[in-house]
């Protein structure tokens, strides 16, 4: 059905009968398809039925509004298109990129350095773009950003009212709710709204992309569209940190991947503030891979849950 949805929603917008439509691997959320018009190839991302229940009218356009507007102003990015409604699913129509989705598995010291220059590329953009703006409304944005990282639909407050309905592990998520909480209001008094950039807002590893040429694409920007730089690098960093406490055999090299991601950034950036900016994400990651959604896709055991509540209590 999804196949006929998305060929008849193509048809319609193009005018115009496309010559072929092939599903191929999916992603964590969504399914993929590969497209072939005018004898040009496109990508088309749609999010599963399974996974509906966590949007909000009207975001899944938000989201593929800000993907817009970031990629066809940065160099050598997937170039996206259009959004198409069709039987109440959307459609992002980009161009096609050989690639395959990274696991940390697949992340070195070559391929590290490339992610730190890609998304330094992001927040340069849009540090650019911000500079004419009034020092209040800098702040109202970069504040609202920092907020977001508690209310937005995917993460504190949506997911603490799953936990509630499917799980007996109240307690827990209700001090980790507070901890955040607590972290946040000490964080947004340090007012560094000089600091706003454009984000990804979701980078970590399955949004990250690499051809056979090892060059490097992010997929999925989310619905934190500018803010603190942080809440990308210790997004992406954190990740590191909690697969160290489930595999220890893999700590040194998480570490030394740390290490170089971060001082390349820092040497581009002559940021080295970004090291103050790093509690409240490692709280929102280690509560975004505690959530139902994602053990889904980790299937964690309870010894490793409970490393990962462990790290985060202790934060």
Known sequence: MVMKDIKQALNKFLNEEIIEIKKFEAGFLSNWFKIIWKNKTYFARCLKD?????LYK?????NFSISDK????????????WVIKYNNKSYHIT??????????????????????????????????????????????????????VITHSETVFSTYETRIVNTKDE???????????DTYFNYVQWNYFDRISYLHGDFWQWNIMQDKNENIAFIDFSRIPY???????WRFLAQFQIDSIINFENKEKNDNLQTIFLENYI????????????????????????????QQFLKWNKIEKDKVKNWTMSL
């Open 95 to 148: 161009d096609f990129f050989e690639w395959k989705t990274l696991s940390l598995e697949d992340i070195n010291e070559n391929n590290i350095v490339k992610i730190a220059d890609k998304i330094w590329q992001i927040h340069k953009n849009w540090n650019t773009n911000l500079q004419n703006l009034s020092q209040d409304n800098k702040k109202i944005l970069y504040n609202r950003s920092v907020r977001e």
């Open 50 to 54: 399974e996974y509906l229940w966590y």
């Open 171 to 181: 307690d827990f998520f209700k001090e980790y709710i507070w901890k955040m909480l």
């Open 267 to 294: 040497k581009i950036t002559q940021d080295r503030n970004i090291l103050n900016h790093i509690k409240l994400w490692q709280l929102w990651v280690g509560f975004i891979n505690l959530s139902p959604l994602l």
């Open 227 to 233: 803010g603190e730089p942080g809440i990308d690098i």
């Open 70 to 81: 970031m990629i066809n102003n940065a160099k050598s990015w997937i170039k996206s298109y």
């Open 58 to 62: 009207n975001e899944d356009y938000c």
